[in-house]
């Protein structure tokens, strides 16, 4: 029976009421574990920096890299079930993850361990809205908003989880091993895919469009590039004002194509419906500020408190978990409650909490940290649930692989530009505070004067030659300096994002509305 062709319908008959739980559960290790790799590898950026003498600018491509070609590959949803089906394309999507760990464990080329990243991005994009979509067949339409809730625990989990285990599995071991944790998982999944996903496949062959997929890879790519470089290469220079253009002009090619391919990778006359169009701007700043709080708050605790990989890891872990525990009540909430207001509610404590974020410092308490953590995290457990869900309602059932792939394209797309847009911020934050800072070391600073004494008086007590007391605490100085210009730049950045937020609020309301009209 598991080679045969089933439906949904077919293995409801088959295994009863618990397939819902079977199909669920496969879906969850599957999307839980890939989630996963993707939050442990962020603890691992600073040991990748010394292994492989790279910058921050060039070390979190190992998270960009994964997160912008899961977003493209969100698109390739529909083509690969109507293609294979849902449990040949389940299942290669694993073994192309599993691959795609091996060549990050065993590289010895930083370039290589990107390109692993990048097959590792591209089956976790496609099986998130297959997951996704497969929840959305087996439950009710009563109960779609809980299933959203617990499509979201996996994801959540595996936020709360990832730093944890990465941070744990570098300190036991080295940061290789953090890309052999996932391949058990995987390998569970696999066999259970084998067994419970559907299998039916369209009757007739699909067209790929390859050129609407190499317009946006090429987009994102240069976007994703410039981002990256720009900082090193300076905005206005050639390079990076290139790789702008390319990306600008390739977004618009990307979207002319789509208006007149047969089979387009996004449909966009999904966004022609209000209530769609306004889920996937909620879905696209969610997106942004998720991934560039799980980026910042773990690297925040590394390089201005000073914590250990597994200390900075633990951070997330309550918020995490209480969230993962609340969001299948919140997607019941989303089935019994107008979604707007619930989604309004969200976007308020994701606001807050990273807005508290933005006031911590080198001597914030490890568990006031923790805390913030967990503020902004809750209000996370009222946004996914209750966007997805009304993204996928508001779609024709025609649409539904096509409106899955999309919301989750649009989500994933604020991600990957949420990460860079971080780091980009990070440093430009960093450098005006830097050089601002700078400028008050003169003569007359009286507070910098009394520490270049005080250095000097510790280093005499400690026997150091006179002669390399002034250099010895300037060095010092400018550490402290730098120490406390980097703060100052995650703080900026952190308030920003609470910002974002804040404005949200704004297609929220108009969801309702668009909601309201449309009943």
Avoid at 310 to 339: E, H, N, Y
Wanted: with cysteine; aromatic share 12%; proline share 4%.
């Amino acid at each position: 029976m598991a080679g045969a062709a089933e439906s949904v319908d077919d293995l409801y008959a088959r295994f009863g009421p618990s397939y819902r739980i079977l199909v669920s559960g496969t879906g969850m290790v599957a999307a839980f574990t890939m989630v996963l790799t993707g939050t442990m590898v962020n603890v691992a950026i600073p040991n990748v920096m010394g292994a492989f003498g790279v910058g921050q600018d060039q070390a979190q491509l190992m998270t960009t890299a994964f997160v912008v070609a899961m977003t493209t590959s969100q698109l390739l949803n529909a083509f690969v079930v109507a293609l294979v089906g849902q449990r040949i394309g389940f299942c290669a999507t694993l073994i192309l993850f599993a691959t795609g760990s091996l060549i990050c464990a065993s590289s010895e080329e930083f370039s290589l361990i990107v390109f692993g990243r990048v097959l590792q991005g591209m089956s976790s994009g496609i099986i998130q809205p297959l997951v996704m979509v497969t929840f959305f067949q087996v439950f009710p339409a009563d109960r779609r908003g809980f299933a959203m809730g617990i499509y979201g625990m996996s994801m959540v989990m595996a936020l709360a989880f990832g730093p944890t285990v990465g941070g744990i599995t570098i300190d036991a071991l080295s940061w290789r091993y953090i890309f052999f944790v996932p391949l058990p998982l995987i390998t569970i999944a696999l066999a259970l895919g084998l067994v419970f996903m559907p299998s039916v496949r369209s009757k007739e062959r699909p067209k790929f469009d390859w050129a609407g997929y190499l317009l946006i890879c090429i987009t994102l790519f240069c976007l994703v590039s410039a981002l990256s470089n720009g900082q090193k290469l300076g905005w206005f220079s050639d390079q990076i004002s290139g790789l702008l253009a390319i990306s600008l002009i390739g977004g618009a090619a990307f979207l002319w194509s789509q208006t007149k391919a047969q089979n387009p990778l996004l449909d966009l006359s999904l966004f022609r419906v209000p209530a769609f169009a306004s889920a996937c701007v909620i879905a696209f700043i969610f997106g942004m500020g998720n991934f560039a709080t799980t980026y910042a708050v773990p690297v925040f605790g590394q390089l201005v408190g000073g914590m250990s990989a597994t200390d900075a890891g633990m951070l997330m872990m309550p918020a995490g978990l209480i969230v993962a525990f609340a969001l299948p009540f919140t997607g019941r909430l989303a089935d019994k409650s107008k979604p707007h207001y619930i989604i309004m509610c969200g976007l308020f404590f994701f606001f807050l909490g990273t807005a508290l974020l933005g006031g911590a410092d080198a001597n914030t308490p490890y568990w006031h940290v923790a805390f913030f953590g967990m503020v902004s995290r809750f209000g996370m457990s009222f946004i996914m649930p209750s966007v997805m869900s009304t993204a996928l309602k508001s779609a024709p059932p025609e649409q539904l692989n096509s409106a899955g792939g999309a919301v989750n394209f649009i989500r994933q797309l604020g991600g990957s530009l949420g990460t860079n847009f971080y780091v980009v911020l990070l440093s430009l934050r960093t450098q005006f505070h830097s050089d601002a800072l700078a400028s008050t070391q003169i003569s007359g600073n009286a507070p910098s004067q009394e520490l270049l004494a005080g250095v000097g008086s510790i280093l005499n007590a400690a026997g150091v030659p006179e002669a390399v007391h002034q250099s010895g605490a300037l060095h010092y100085l400018g550490q402290v300096v730098h120490a406390q210009a980097s703060t100052l730049g995650f703080q900026d950045g952190f308030l920003i994002i609470a910002a974002v937020f804040l404005a949200a609020m704004v297609p929220a309301w108009i969801l309702g509305r668009a909601q309201a009209v449309r009943r």
